[in-house]
């Protein structure tokens, strides 16, 4: 019989059964970070690491929404203000310091800068340009060495006789030895050892549209009150050599200072803010993780301002000084090796007399309203030790020294480094007004000038500010 050929055993079919699990978690996790990002209480207002307010949420107007300039400002809004922000800078940072070490640093995309042009020539060289009257090296340490008081003026007296200028003198160098230290690359921030500095630039369109602006302030007060121009350098023009800061490609801001105060009309006093400060580059005149100056740096200009001025410059020991610390200021947030930087210290001078602050925040301010007040110095309990001065940027702040009987006063508009700054102007007039140009909108110069009586108005801005297109329309807004 024959043999039955036997069948190969039939192999079942398994059933296919898709496994979700990874796309699940992926769409979950996609919608948990959606309702981060939407998540309104989430949005910081101010980031701690680069020391400024965020974006705010843009007001809808149709011209703006036709435009498209509304939805361009959502998008902004909504990439500068996201849950945590300052928490991923910190962990993109910290990887980016596992890519190695160095002694000098300069990382960032660097722009090239405008060809600086020769000061222009003036009938009156400004570096020596008289003032008229009123219409009405150590090594580097933490502790400053404070200058001795010069020979007391009275209070709200008339400025004397603008004294004679001292001949050119040989400075001796007191700021960072590059030689010393290893150079590894180039780009826009810069890290020595232990302190940061910033990349310095040049821009010749917007350096002439700043002198035009402050020129055309001192037109507009003429016969009114003095004009005085304050051109706050960075740090890297005292403190690294003149060779080294061109062998990376930074712009020379000494060469900046005298061309845009060789373009300033007769009618605006410029301000040396380049000799006084190289004097002492050994002392603690700049922040090692800041872009700001100290407040001694702050005063060293201004002694040269009350000279320039007429005035007798007050002495730092008059002042009852303080310290708080540790600072870290916004560079240190941008060095890639910040566990190399020193920690700051804010030096702080509470100035002598019955000087009272008083804050403005609403934008109506009046003779009647200078805001609520503040203690003169703020004991800063976060990190930005540097709002010990004036507790901020504000659109208005207002010091008044009851010591002085008559009714001086003097305008100070300026950026974040009018801060320490402002301080010392205190010894010399009653009022002392200090507008940020960034905020205050609720009367022009001429308007200000005239309604709160103003003898002296001090422009004291960053070069940075001052090269830039923003910060000269906002101050051709002001200056009306």
């Given at each position: 019989?024959?043999e039955?050929?036997?069948?190969?055993?039939?192999?079942r079919?398994?059933?296919?059964?898709p496994?979700?699990?990874?796309?699940?978690?992926?769409f979950?996790?996609l919608?948990?970070?959606t309702l981060?990002a939407?998540?309104?209480?989430?949005?910081?207002?101010?980031?701690?690491?680069?020391k400024?307010e965020l974006?705010?949420?843009p007001?809808?107007?149709l011209?703006a929404a036709a435009?498209?300039?509304y939805f361009?400002k959502i998008?902004?809004?909504?990439?500068d203000t996201f849950?945590?922000?300052d928490s991923?800078?910190g962990a993109d940072?910290?990887?980016?310091?596992?890519h190695?070490?160095?002694d000098?640093?300069?990382?960032?995309d660097?722009e090239?800068?405008?060809e600086?042009?020769?000061a222009?020539?003036?009938?009156v060289?400004?570096?020596?340009?008289?003032?008229?009257?009123?219409?009405?090296?150590?090594?580097?340490?933490?502790?400053?060495?404070l200058?001795?008081?010069?020979?007391?003026?009275?209070?709200?007296s008339?400025p004397?006789?603008v004294?004679?200028?001292?001949?050119?003198?040989?400075?001796?160098w007191?700021?960072?030895v590059?030689?010393?230290?290893?150079l590894?690359?180039?780009?826009?921030?810069?890290?020595?050892g232990?302190?940061?500095?910033?990349?310095?630039?040049f821009?010749?369109?917007?350096?002439?549209m700043?002198?035009?602006n402050?020129?055309?302030?001192g037109?507009?007060?003429?016969g009114?009150a003095?004009?005085?121009n304050v051109f706050v350098?960075?740090?890297?023009?005292?403190?690294?050599?003149?060779?080294?800061r061109?062998?990376?490609g930074?712009?020379?801001?000494?060469d900046v200072?005298?061309?845009v105060s060789?373009l300033?009309?007769e009618d605006?006093?410029?301000?040396?803010?380049?000799?006084?400060?190289?004097r002492?580059?050994?002392?603690?005149?700049f922040f090692?993780t800041?872009?700001h100056?100290?407040?001694l740096?702050?005063?060293?200009?201004?002694?040269?301002?009350?000279?320039?001025?007429?005035?007798e410059?007050?002495?730092?020991?008059?002042?009852?000084?303080?310290?708080?610390?540790?600072?870290?200021g916004t560079l240190y947030?941008?060095?890639r090796?910040?566990?190399?930087?020193?920690p700051?210290?804010?030096?702080t001078?509470?100035?002598?007399g019955?000087?009272?602050?008083?804050?403005?925040?609403?934008?109506r301010?009046?003779?009647?309203?200078l805001g609520f007040?503040?203690?003169?110095?703020?004991r800063v309990?976060?990190s930005?030790?540097?709002?010990a001065?004036l507790?901020?940027d504000h659109?208005?702040?207002t010091?008044?020294?009851?010591?002085?009987?008559?009714d001086s006063?003097c305008l100070?508009?300026?950026n974040s480094n009018g801060?320490?700054?402002c301080?010392?102007?205190?010894?010399h007039?009653?009022?002392v007004?200090?507008m940020?140009?960034?905020?205050?909108?609720?009367?022009?110069l001429?308007?200000?000038v005239d309604?709160?009586?103003?003898?002296?108005v001090?422009?004291?801005?960053?070069?940075?500010?001052?090269?830039s297109?923003?910060?000269?329309?906002l101050?051709k807004?002001?200056i009306q």
């Amino acid at each position: 019989m024959p043999e039955k050929k036997r069948e190969a055993p039939r192999r079942r079919k398994r059933k296919y059964t898709p496994y979700f699990g990874p796309a699940v978690l992926f769409f979950i996790t996609l919608g948990l970070v959606t309702l981060l990002a939407w998540s309104l209480p989430l949005r910081p207002a101010v980031s701690e690491k680069e020391k400024r307010e965020l974006e705010k949420f843009p007001d809808f107007s149709l011209s703006a929404a036709a435009d498209g300039s509304y939805f361009e400002k959502i998008s902004l809004w909504f990439s500068d203000t996201f849950p945590l922000r300052d928490s991923w800078i910190g962990a993109d940072q910290a990887i980016k310091r596992l890519h190695g070490s160095s002694d000098i640093v300069i990382y960032g995309d660097t722009e090239s800068a405008d060809e600086i042009p020769a000061a222009v020539p003036t009938a009156v060289p400004s570096a020596v340009r008289e003032t008229s009257a009123p219409v009405s090296a150590p090594a580097v340490t933490n502790e400053p060495e404070l200058p001795a008081a010069e020979p007391e003026a009275d209070a709200g007296s008339e400025p004397s006789d603008v004294p004679e200028e001292t001949p050119s003198e040989e400075i001796e160098w007191g700021g960072k030895v590059i030689e010393e230290e290893d150079l590894v690359t180039t780009g826009a921030v810069i890290q020595i050892g232990d302190s940061a500095f910033e990349y310095t630039g040049f821009s010749r369109e917007y350096s002439e549209m700043y002198a035009e602006n402050i020129t055309r302030a001192g037109e507009l007060l003429r016969g009114k009150a003095r004009v005085f121009n304050v051109f706050v350098l960075h740090s890297a023009t005292l403190m690294l050599p003149r060779d080294y800061r061109e062998s990376i490609g930074c712009a020379p801001e000494e060469d900046v200072l005298d061309y845009v105060s060789s373009l300033l009309g007769e009618d605006v006093i410029p301000i040396d803010t380049f000799t006084p400060l190289l004097r002492h580059n050994s002392e603690y005149i700049f922040f090692r993780t800041d872009h700001h100056w100290t407040s001694l740096g702050a005063w060293y200009v201004y002694e040269e301002w009350a000279r320039k001025a007429g005035f007798e410059p007050v002495g730092l020991d008059r002042y009852t000084e303080d310290v708080q610390e540790p600072f870290y200021g916004t560079l240190y947030y941008k060095a890639r090796q910040n566990g190399k930087l020193r920690p700051d210290q804010v030096y702080t001078y509470d100035p002598p007399g019955d000087v009272h602050l008083y804050l403005e925040t609403e934008g109506r301010d009046s003779r009647d309203h200078l805001g609520f007040e503040q203690s003169v110095v703020t004991r800063v309990k976060g990190s930005d030790k540097y709002m010990a001065f004036l507790a901020g940027d504000h659109r208005l702040s207002t010091f008044v020294n009851n010591d002085i009987p008559d009714d001086s006063a003097c305008l100070i508009i300026k950026n974040s480094n009018g801060n320490p700054f402002c301080y010392y102007f205190t010894q010399h007039y009653r009022y002392v007004y200090v507008m940020d140009y960034r905020k205050y909108t609720h009367r022009t110069l001429t308007q200000f000038v005239d309604y709160y009586g103003v003898q002296d108005v001090v422009f004291c801005l960053s070069a940075g500010q001052a090269q830039s297109y923003g910060g000269n329309q906002l101050l051709k807004r002001i200056i009306q």
